[in-house]
């Protein structure tokens, strides 16, 4: 049997991933997979910029509200659970149409994973005292001492990463920046076809940054994240809590800082996000690349039909919606 063809839909937050995704899903029989690190959890909806029940209804989607925020998850688990739903797409003759922004699952699942250690509970917490005690600057300070290749690529205020690297040192002993070089698991037996939505206005984008995170405030999302936080297992060392947006919100109901504060802080995290997501898309090959805020929406049917029309196990003739 010849590889399963899918379309994987990458970039940056803010950039209209989710409207390209429906206008292809409309002209394609595709089902979505979600490829990101916060839809995966129930009730972190508005923070999230989940898809609303109207759409989830309309075209199928995968990997959404499938954790409680007190569970973690792993690129790993990620990878496990795509390719099989990949395989179940497949088997229904439609097409897997992986769409999101968390660009390391979107490596694990393209390049496969080096057998490096998995979670370890204790060894977070550890990290996590340290952190609350002096900064995740100074971690990401300590890890540049361990590890300078890691430290290069991770931002120092991006603390789920740096507590990745520092784990998996304190566990294994060797630097993650190791573990990434060596060889990982077999490629997936599918093709991917690789679509960049790639902003070229910078401003532009950082100005829907705000106004997106303004609707969500309009929207409730304070009050979703106050639901959160009467939960007593929940706390903000935990990968759901500090999402962009969600550490923020989490910090100023805590009291540690003011509502404008807040926003600004939100907003400053959510713009760092998209130049990491931009960083890695740039060193991405063998990309179709869109210009986000306008594109011929024909060019990219186009790109669809080749290349569900030469895999050699997609059913021709399968209808279009």
Not at 23 to 39: G, H, K, L, N
Not at 214 to 223: K, N, P, S, T
Request: glycine share 8%; charged share 25%.
């Amino acid at each position: 049997m010849g590889a399963i063809p899918a379309v994987c839909l990458m970039g940056p937050t803010a950039s209209g991933k989710t409207g390209l995704a429906l206008r292809i899903a409309a002209e394609f029989p595709c089902e979505i997979i979600s490829v990101d690190s916060v839809m995966i959890y129930r009730g972190m909806d508005i923070g999230s910029a989940k898809p609303d029940k109207t759409v989830l209804q309309t075209v199928p989607h995968h990997l959404i509200d499938i954790l409680d925020p007190a569970e973690t998850y792993s690129a790993a688990n990620f990878r496990a659970d795509a390719l099989r739903q990949i395989r179940a797409i497949h088997a229904r003759k439609h097409i897997p149409l992986l769409v999101g922004g968390t660009m390391l699952y979107f490596s694990s699942l393209l390049r496969g994973l080096s057998n490096m250690p998995g979670a370890n509970a204790q060894v977070r917490e550890k990290i996590n005292l340290e952190a609350k005690a002096h900064g995740w600057e100074a971690l990401h300070a300590r890890l540049a001492g361990i590890d300078p290749k890691a430290a290069t690529q991770i931002h120092p205020n991006d603390p789920q990463r740096i507590q990745r690297a520092l784990e998996v040192y304190e566990v294994s002993g060797i630097p993650i920046s190791v573990w990434h070089a060596k060889s990982g698991a077999p490629r997936p037996m599918f093709e991917a076809l690789k679509i960049a939505l790639v902003p070229e206005d910078r401003g532009r984008l950082h100005e829907r940054i705000r106004q997106r995170f303004e609707v969500m405030l309009a929207d409730g999302f304070l009050g979703e994240v106050e639901a959160l936080r009467c939960r007593e297992e929940l706390h903000s060392g935990l990968p759901s809590i500090r999402s962009v947006g969600y550490r923020q919100a989490w910090s100023h109901l805590a009291g540690e800082c003011g509502y404008e504060a807040m926003c600004e802080k939100a907003v400053a995290a959510t713009r760092q996000l998209a130049k990491r997501q931009l960083t890695w898309l740039r060193g991405e090959t063998d990309l179709i690349r869109v210009r986000a805020e306008q594109y011929d929406i024909g060019n990219i049917y186009r790109a669809i039909d080749s290349h569900i029309g030469t895999s050699t196990c997609y059913t021709t003739g399968t209808p279009r919606r």
